[in-house]
Structures are given as structure tokens and as C-alpha cells.
């Protein structure tokens, strides 16, 4: 056979790619091409399969090739490609340690296509892809799998959550955790748990459950994965979700004035109008309720259960072979369960005891942990030694100042959460750090001075009590606590609110041209008009039930800060508060107050359901209440840090840094870490420069232009000679003209005007 | 201003015309390379230092590492030196058949015509009795050739069915996958597999690729060889008097110890489990069984239709009839 001249049509038809479009375009007429295509495949994959590790050059067209025609085409025709994933699935399961990295990606990738032609379903992709995920030596393939397996759950959960595809997820993912404690295979299914939550994908009790299972496992990577998300897991969510609010912000005012400039097409019209929708659906969506999405420490199961478990497998356990880093982890972790759910583990205590001195590696987090574990419901006497030992290793004269310090802050986070752990002598013999000459040593005594205080001011020196204290001694106002005793449940600062209204009901009384004075009558005759029934406010002094009606037991004040509810117009929305805050007033003899307060306080609360504009006023007045501007300036200073303290939240961990925190007092910081604190935070300056140079650089970046006057300095010089020429040679009428035009210009705002705007 | 004089410039020096001056060297191109250095040295990548010339085996063995080269010249160049070495049907070869084919097969779909004309010459080269055990292996490389998208490639691998048919047409159908999965294979080039509703007087046989219907008729008459060597019974070569010259023994190749290899690889004990259409098919009446389950219909609808073209193709559809008649007619070859 002689050299044949190829021909060019002949040597375009011998591409598939072509043939695929071809018949995209018209499936039926292109049948036969299909099958032979098709047949053409079976006969290279019967080829594979002799030898599937030594994948042999097949010429100018691969397997691959046709793996990726028969997969696109599969839609097209469904029986005549029955067969065709359960040949993939099989190909990959058996073979996927000894294929070529190319042919297996190919696999993959067409596995996941046919999912989304809805060829094959989510589920059996991922019973295909876990196994593999798992047992695969290949680090190439274990990211494509991983990377692969959560973009399909991402995709399905997408529009709506696929709630049974995700139970059978989850119950794969916890069954991996589950049958081999000791493997590391967990480890994945650690991650995909954790990169769902992450996503907001998974926030169910089902995946806090697999993660429960993790941290009970005996693989250390498996534990520290398990671990670690409970610890940061719900932090790392926030963290994205705020990123992904943030981003890609469309800036619609540039785009439509360069709509205004640009040439119009259909596709630029279409983009524009896909802009305005996307921006319109972000709007939409923030201002939609936020999801109420909990913690993963509310949804776990048996925290009590869990929390003993962790502590006797991998704490308690003298066999455990974790280090210590991973052991302050756990340990963390417990504490955290201890303090969250206020759980009682006694053993967990003495288990403190041996590493409560300054040697002790990371010494800080351990009386962080002791702290966070520690809550009103832990007998003092199983604290007590602790905080001597705390008191005895750390704070003493011979210590450093950072160790005394780092002790006496931590003993003060403890009996912040136990008041009663602390005794008189130890307490007193605290306090007189006070007077020490380290800064750092003096603040957090002076800390626990100010604690105690608030909560056992009999337990210091009458000195050391100070005036509010000793004088809510002696109208014994300020009482200890004793164990076990809870603080009736209130809403912080109700009475404000509560005050607030009566003002304003007042003033707008007023306003009415009625007297203050004659209101309780008048308040019932118009609720009569209203067709309101009144109801006899019995004052149950015992805290009993209060009779109320049924029907209106409840009512929704909608009082907002702007626009103030006028009786006469919304009668049915605001009376039931108006009422209620009548009634106050009927009551409100000035000599009473005091005692009816809380009362008063508790029958506002139960009758009126607190709307998110109340929420917010309540708020603004707690905030002026606390600025007391008749105060020094340093005064109000510590208030407000006792506010900021009390504001932190109860599910926010207690970290190291806290307990180190006025450690940094203690040292005199050099020249050069004053600087680096300078420069925190800072955006590098590469070098000096004039402030119209970096103006001007920030406008380039954001692709604006240069002004007129920019643009007239920078002129070519031959370009202006012309024009000089011209005007040198006007007359004096042209002249007059010109500057005549030139001052109506002015007038008019440029050549264009700015009539318009 | 600065910066666009100097573009100015910058853009008037491309198209300078370089001033020669009297006496003056030629002022040397942009694209000149400087060649005036001399090398002490010459160093070659590889030495071979050995005086005697390598013999013919290692030379055969080098060439036949050289057919997965890249370059197509070389390819060619080799398997058209090992042709050159192998005398026809010659017996004892440098390499065994069990080594050659292996590396030989995958040319079947090579993208270089010449390399396939040169791998046709190479394979009918080879000792037919050799290459009977391999016939599983170059039917799947048949079956892939056929039904490949480029013409070529397809006419190469028809070539190459032929050639098999030659040496032995019964081993070919006999073998695993060799009967349902090539006649199949056929049935779909022809265009002959489509159910006998979509039948109509057109055909959708645009088939892409397809130069003209020259290898039609050529597809239609390897059907037809195939078909012959599937169904229709050889006469076996003892004629009634020389079995009695033989007299006491009678039948005796059925007791002597079988002379093929693999003889009892149809109960597949190695092997994984095989479906109906991968299984080879030794018995004559399987084959026939198989045929008239599956293929008749289809066949005999493709064989009138082919008929009605007339033509060559017309010729070749009246030989494959032909051989259907034969093969399925137990009562003609009773009387032969």
C-alpha cells in the first residue's frame, strides 16, 4: 500500500471530539456512528482489562478518549449505554491502585458527570468513592475523591437540603468512625464532617454525633480531628460566613455608567440584568431572619456521658499515648462540657492537682481548663486545695512576676465561677499584692479585690471593702450566695425599659391635655372605648401564678424608637402594654417603690412579648444607665471594663491568654516591641512618598481616569503651540468674546452644564 | 511629551535602513549567529567501543524495543527490519510468537498508514501454527481495529481479519469472545444491528468516516468467510477407505492426547467468570445455536436489503447468502 494522501475532510471526521457535537446536535440520525463508537470502546476496555496496570498505547485514540465520548453521549442514548457505569464503577473499585493517574482521574471525572446528567444517583457515587477514599494509597486520588465527594454533597444540599442523601452520608461517615476504632481511615470522615459544618451544610445533632464518636476513637489523628472541631469548629463557620458576606461585592454604579459609555449589546444588557438580580437576592437574603444555627457543643447528645468517657479514656488512662499537647486539647474540651453544661466529673479535680505548678509545660492552659471547668455547682471543698496549691506555688514574693501574676488571675477566674472555693485568711493574704511593685502582680490583685467586693465583701478587711460595699453590708443588701442557690431568673435592665415607657406614656398624656395626675381613670374609660377588658392586676406578693386572661394574656407592643404608638391609631396593637403600664401607675406611690419593683419588673416581662425594637431600647438605656457621666473619668473607665467583662459570652471558651494576660505588664516592654505594637495592624509602607502620589496610584487601581487639570499639564507641548499662535493673532472683538463665553461657562458648570443634576 | 518622542524614535529605528559605508565591515543582521568559536573537544553522548558488529538476535531484540518509539519513521523502520529477518513461515524465529505479538498487536491501531502496511507484511510472515494459540488476543485487536473512527485504521484491521480467516478460521470462531463478540462487531459496521421496527427502506447509514462503499463489499465478504468458518462443517479429510486401511482403529485422534494448546480452556478454571458473549464457543452446534438465536434475523434482513444494491456490494451480500445456506442447511452437506 502506497503513501495515500490524507485528504482534509477525512482527516477532520476522524476526530471524536467532532463526531461528539455532531451528535449532541442530532442524536438519532448519528445512532449508528454511536454504536460503533460505542462498540469501539467495548473492545479497547475488553483490551484494558487484560492488562489494567500496564496500560498500552492504543494509538491516535486513548481509552481515555472514548471514556470521555461515551460519557457525554451517555444521555443521548440511554439503552445502548446501560452498562456503561457499573463498568466504570468496576473498573475504578478493582483496579484503582494500579491504574495510570490520567485514566483514573478520567474515571472519576466521568463518574461525577454522569451524576450530573442523573445517570446515576448521588448515593451510589459515594458508596462508590468512599471505600476508595479510604483504602487508596495515592495522595492525588485521595484529594480528587475528597474534593470530588464534597462538591457533590454541596451540590445536592444546594437549592434545598437532600435530607436522605445526607442521612445515608452520615451514617456511612459514622460507621467508618465506629467499626475500627484503631485505623485511621475516621480521619476522612472527620474532615468531611467538619468541611460540611463548616459550609453550613451539615448542623445537626447526626454530625456532632459522628464528631463524638471521633474524639472517643484510638487513632491520635482521628481523637486530635474530633477534638479540634468541637473546639473550633463553630468559630471557623462564623469566620466564613462572614468572608463569603463580604466578597465579591458588585459594584453596580460603575457598571452602569460604563453601560452609559460602552458600547450596548444583548449580552452586555443581559450581564447588567443578572447583576441587578444577583445584587437584589444578597439584599434579600440579609434581610431574611438569621438561620438559628446552635453550637455544636448544645446539639451533642449526653454531654455528661461524653465528658466522663473522654476524661477516663484518654485522661484519666495511664495508658493513653497521647502527648501532652494533644492531652491539654482534651482536656480542654472537657472542661469546656464541665462549664458549658455545668456537669459535675469530681475525679476530674484531683486529676489537676499534680500539674498546678510553674514548671509544668503550658501551665497556663491547665488553670484555664481548671477555670473553665469550674461552676456554682462544684463543691467549694473539692476546689479549695487547688486554689492553695494555686496560692502556694504561684503567688509568693520569691516567684516571678509573671508567675505570681498568671496565679492570681486564675484564681480569680475560678471563684468568678465559685465564689465560695475561696477562704478568709487566703483571700485577705491575696490582697495584699495590691501593694506590690510589679504592675502586672498589682492589677490582678486588685482584681480579686474588686471581685470579692461584689460577691463576699464580709470576707475582706473592713479596709480593703470600699464604700459601696460596706454600705450594702449594712442595709444587708449584699448577701453571700450560698451553694447551690441560683439568681431569680430576670431580664437585665427590664426596669429601665419598664420606667421608659411610663415616661413616655406620661409625656404623651400631656400632649393630650389631660393631667398627669387624673390618668388612672381616664386610662380605663378609654380602654373600655377600645373594648378592652379590664382585668383586676391581683399583686401576688409570693410569686405565684397571676390570673390572666386568655385572650389577653399576651399581647405584641410594637413600640419603635422613631415613631412613637399613638393610642388613637393603633388601639388594638399597643393598648394591652399601655394598659399594663397604666396600672404601674396606678400603683406608683413613691414610698412603695423600692419593694415593688422586681414584682412590677416580672409582670411586664410574663404579660408583653418583648419585641426586637424594645430589645434595642432596652439596650440604649442599660448603656446610659452604666455611663455614669457624673463620675471620673477613670472610674467610668473601669466600669466599662467590668461591662465588657461581663459581656463576654458564656459559650466563649477561657484561653491561656486570658489567664496570661496582665503578665505583659509585669515586663518592661524594649523600644523595639513599642514599635512592632506600633506597627501592628498597619498596612506596610514600602517608602516614602508624596501624599498626591499615592492618591494618584489608588486611583489607577480602582481603573479611574485622570482629571481635566491632570490631563492639561501633561498636554505635548506642540500640541498647545496652535492654539497660542491663534490667540495671539485675535482681535479685540474675537477677544472679548472668547472671555465673555468663558465666563458663561463658568456660570453654566462646564461645557455640558449641570442643569440636570 | 518625553515619552512619546522617544516612542517616536524608538518606532522610526525599526525602520532605519542601515548607512554601508566604504571601507567600513558590514554591519552585522539582527538574527546573526557568532560561529567563530572552535572546540577543543567533541564529546558524544554515547560510545561504542566494541569492534565486533552485534549479532542478528540482539539486533532483532533492539528492534523490536524500537516499536513503541515515538517517531512513526522509526517504527516503520523497524518492524520492516524485523520482516526482513523472519523468512516466511520460517519455524524457528529469534524471539518466540508469545514475545512478538504482544508488542506487534497495539500497531494494529497505529496512527501511521505506513507502519500498518508494514505490520500486514510482518504478521503474514509469521508461522501459522504459532500464532493459532494467540487468536483470543488478535481477535480483540480485530474487533477494535474494525470499528475504529478512522478509515484506515478499519481497512488495516479488515486486512488483518483476513489473514487470520486464512490461517484458521475455526480457531478464530472457536476461541473466547471470537464468535458472538465479532460477529457483533461486524453487524454494527454494517449498520445491520438495528431492530427490525427502525427497518425501513432508508437506512441511517451516514456513517462518518466512510470513504465511498469500498470496504463494504469487502466487509460483506470477510462476513461471508467468517460465517463459513463458523457454521459450516468441514469434510473430514480421512475418506472412508484410507480409515479403512486403518482397520482395527477406528477414530483414533479422539483417544490420542490432544496436540492444542489449552484444551480444556473452555471450562474456564482460571479465568474470571465469563458471560455469554465473551465465552468461546468450540462446538459447531453452539455456534449454530448462538446464530440463530441472535444473528439470523438481523443478517438475513441485511443480506437482502445489500442484495437489492446491487453492484459489488450486491455480489458480495449473494456470498455471504451463500454461506448461510451452507451453513445452515445440514440436509446440502449431508448429500455432499
Known amino acids: 500500500m502506497g503513501r495515500r494522501k490524507v485528504g482534509a475532510l477525512e482527516k477532520v471526521e476522524a476526530d471524536l471530539p467532532n463526531l461528539q457535537y455532531k451528535i449532541r446536535r442530532d442524536p438519532s440520525s448519528y445512532k449508528t456512528d454511536f454504536e460503533t463508537q460505542y462498540g469501539q470502546y467495548e473492545s479497547q476496555r475488553e483490551l484494558f482489562m487484560q492488562a489494567p496496570s500496564s496500560a498500552t498505547d492504543t494509538g491516535i485514540i486513548s481509552f481515555c478518549d472514548l471514556i470521555d465520548f461515551v460519557t457525554h453521549l451517555a444521555d443521548c442514548y440511554p439503552e445502548t449505554t446501560v452498562d456503561f457505569p457499573t463498568q466504570m464503577v468496576a473498573i475504578l473499585t478493582t483496579h484503582h491502585p494500579d491504574l495510570e493517574s490520567d485514566l483514573r482521574e478520567k474515571i472519576v471525572g466521568s463518574l461525577v458527570l454522569l451524576r450530573k446528567k442523573g445517570i446515576i444517583d448521588s448515593s451510589k457515587l459515594l458508596q462508590t468513592f468512599f471505600p476508595i477514599l479510604t483504602t487508596t494509597p495515592s495522595k492525588s486520588l485521595r484529594t480528587l475523591l475528597y474534593q470530588k465527594i464534597l462538591s457533590n454533597l454541596r451540590s445536592s444540599n444546594s437549592k434545598n437540603t437532600n435530607h436522605p442523601l445526607n442521612r445515608a452520608t452520615q451514617t456511612i461517615l459514622y460507621d467508618l468512625v465506629v467499626s475500627d476504632r484503631t485505623s485511621p481511615k475516621g480521619v476522612w470522615a472527620v474532615k468531611i464532617t467538619r468541611e460540611l459544618w463548616k459550609r453550613q451544610i451539615w448542623t445537626d445533632a447526626k454530625a456532632v454525633g459522628i464528631m463524638k464518636e471521633a474524639c472517643l476513637a484510638d487513632n491520635v489523628k482521628v481523637i486530635s480531628g474530633g477534638v479540634s472541631f468541637f473546639l473550633g469548629g463553630d468559630k471557623e463557620r462564623e469566620e466564613l460566613e462572614d468572608e463569603s458576606s463580604d466578597e465579591d461585592a458588585l459594584d453596580l454604579g460603575k457598571m452602569k455608567h460604563q453601560m452609559g459609555i460602552n458600547k450596548k449589546s444583548k449580552k452586555k444588557a443581559r450581564a447588567m440584568e443578572n447583576a441587578v438580580a444577583t445584587v437584589k437576592k444578597k439584599e434579600r437574603r440579609k434581610k431574611q431572619p438569621h438561620p438559628l444555627n446552635f453550637s455544636a457543643f448544645h446539639l451533642l447528645h449526653d454531654p455528661q456521658g461524653f465528658a466522663e468517657t473522654l476524661f477516663s479514656k484518654h485522661l484519666q488512662n495511664a495508658h493513653s499515648r497521647l502527648n501532652l499537647e494533644q492531652k491539654l486539647l482534651i482536656l480542654q474540651l472537657v472542661t469546656r462540657l464541665v462549664g458549658l453544661h455545668k456537669l459535675t466529673i469530681l475525679p476530674l479535680y484531683s486529676y489537676f492537682i499534680k500539674y498546678l505548678t510553674p514548671r ?376 472679548g468674546r472668547v472671555l465673555k463665553a468663558h465666563v458663561e461657562r463658568g456660570k453654566r458648570g462646564g461645557k455640558r452644564g449641570n442643569k440636570g443634576k | 511629551m518625553g515619552s512619546s518622542a522617544k516612542k517616536k524614535k524608538d518606532k522610526k529605528k525599526d525602520f532605519q535602513k542601515p548607512k554601508l559605508k566604504v571601507g567600513k565591515p558590514r554591519p552585522k543582521p539582527t538574527n546573526f549567529t557568532d560561529t567563530s568559536f572552535k572546540a577543543k573537544t567533541i564529546a558524544l553522548s554515547r560510545q561504542s567501543l566494541t569492534t565486533v558488529t552485534p549479532s542478528a538476535n540482539t539486533q532483532f531484540t533492539h528492534h523490536l524495543s524500537l516499536l513503541t518509539s515515538r517517531s512513526d519513521n522509526q517504527r516503520r523502520e523497524s518492524l520492516s527490519y524485523l520482516t526482513s529477518s523472519i523468512a516466511p513461515h520460517q519455524k524457528d524465529l529469534p524471539q518466540p510468537v508469545a514475545v512478538l505479538l504482544p508488542k506487534l498487536l497495539p500497531l494494529t491501531l497505529d496512527g501511521s498508514n505506513g507502519v500498518r502496511a508494514q505490520l500486514v507484511k510482518l504478521l503474514q510472515n509469521l508461522p501459522p501454527e504459532d500464532v493459532r494459540d494467540h487468536m483470543e488476543k488478535i481477535s480483540m485487536y480485530i474487533r477494535a481495529g474494525i470499528t475504529h473512527l478512522a478509515t484506515d485504521i478499519r481497512d488495516t484491521a479488515l486486512e488483518i481479519l483476513e489473514w487470520t480467516l486464512d490461517i484458521d478460521g475455526k480457531e478464530l470462531v472457536s476461541c473466547p469472545g471470537g464468535w458472538i463478540k465479532t460477529l457483533k462487531t461486524i453487524l454494527t459496521v454494517l449498520a445491520w444491528n438495528e431492530d427490525a421496527k427502525l427497518w425501513g427502506w432508508t437506512s441511517s447509514r451516514a456513517i462518518v468516516g466512510r470513504s465511498g462503499s469500498k470496504s463494504l463489499p469487502r466487509t460483506l465478504g470477510l462476513l461471508a468467510a467468517l460465517l463459513r468458518a463458523g457454521l459450516v462443517v468441514r469434510p473430514s479429510p480421512d475418506t472412508l477407505e484410507a480409515q479403512l486401511h486403518r482397520f482395527p482403529l477406528w477414530n483414533v485422534e479422539y483417544h490420542m492426547p490432544p496436540c492444542q494448546s489449552n484444551t480444556y480452556g473452555y471450562l474456564n478454571l482460571f479465568g474470571s467468570a465469563k458471560d455469554q458473549d465473551s465465552q468461546g464457543y468450540e462446538n459447531i452446534n453452539d455456534r449454530r445455536r448462538i446464530f440463530r438465536n441472535l444473528f439470523e434475523g438481523r443478517v438475513a434482513r441485511g443480506v437482502s436489503a445489500a442484495r437489492r444494491e446491487g453492484g459489488d456490494v450486491g455480489r458480495a451480500a449473494a456470498a455471504v447468502a451463500k454461506a448461510l445456506g451452507e451453513g445452515l442447511n445440514d440436509d446440502g452437506l449431508r448429500d455432499e
Open chain 1, 360 to 735: 509544668q509545660p503550658s501551665v497556663t492552659s491547665f488553670l484555664a481548663s481548671l477555670a473553665q471547668a469550674t461552676h456554682s455547682l462544684i463543691p467549694p471543698e473539692d476546689l479549695e486545695p487547688l486554689i492553695q496549691k494555686i496560692a502556694n506555688e504561684f503567688v509568693s514574693e520569691a516567684a516571678a512576676a509573671e508567675v505570681a501574676s498568671a496565679g492570681l488571675n486564675a484564681i480569680r477566674e475560678i471563684c468568678v465561677r465559685q465564689p465560695l472555693a475561696m477562704n478568709t485568711t487566703l483571700l485577705q493574704d491575696l490582697v495584699m499584692y495590691k501593694k506590690s511593685k510589679d504592675k502586672g502582680v498589682m492589677m490582678a490583685s486588685k482584681g480579686l479585690l474588686s471581685l470579692y467586693r461584689e460577691v463576699g465583701a464580709d470576707m475582706l478587711k473592713k479596709r480593703d471593702r470600699g464604700k459601696d460595699a460596706t454600705m450594702g453590708l449594712k442595709s444587708h443588701e449584699k448577701t453571700e450566695r450560698r451553694f447551690g442557690e441560683e439568681a431569680l431568673g430576670e431580664i437585665k435592665g427590664l426596669e429601665l425599659l419598664e420606667k421608659w415607657k411610663e415616661q413616655e406614656q406620661h409625656r404623651k398624656r400631656l400632649e393630650l391635655g389631660l393631667t398627669a395626675e387624673a390618668n388612672a381613670d381616664d386610662a380605663e374609660i378609654e380602654e373600655d372605648d377600645d373594648g378592652w377588658e379590664v382585668d383586676e392586676d391581683d399583686t401576688d406578693d409570693s410569686g405565684g401564678w397571676i390570673n390572666v386572661d386568655s385572650d389577653n394574656d399576651i399581647n405584641i407592643s410594637d413600640s419603635d424608637d422613631d415613631k412613637r404608638p399613638s393610642k388613637r391609631i393603633k388601639p388594638e396593637s399597643t393598648s394591652g402594654v399601655v394598659r399594663s403600664t397604666c396600672e404601674d401607675d396606678d400603683k406608683e406611690n413613691e414610698g412603695k417603690e423600692t419593694t415593688d419593683l422586681i414584682h412590677e419588673v416580672s409582670t411586664l416581662a410574663s404579660k408583653t412579648i418583648l419585641t426586637p425594637a424594645d430589645h434595642a431600647k432596652l439596650r440604649e438605656l442599660q448603656l446610659e444607665a452604666s455611663v455614669n457621666k457624673l463620675l471620673p473619668s477613670s472610674q467610668r473607665k473601669r466600669i466599662a471594663q467590668q461591662q465588657a467583662q461581663l459581656q463576654r459570652h458564656a459559650d466563649d471558651p477561657l484561653t491561656a491568654t486570658e489567664i496570661e494576660g496582665l503578665a505583659s505588664l509585669s515586663k518592661k516592654a524594649s523600644r523595639a516591641d513599642k514599635i512592632a505594637l506600633a506597627k501592628d495592624g498597619k498596612p506596610e509602607r514600602a517608602a516614602h512618598r508624596s501624599t498626591q502620589a499615592i492618591r494618584k496610584e489608588k486611583k489607577d487601581s480602582q481603573g479611574k481616569s485622570s482629571t481635566n487639570k491632570e490631563k492639561a499639564r501633561k498636554k505635548n507641548f506642540l500640541m498647545t503651540l496652535g492654539k497660542a499662535k491663534g490667540k495671539q493673532k485675535k482681535s479685540l472683538v474675537e477677544r
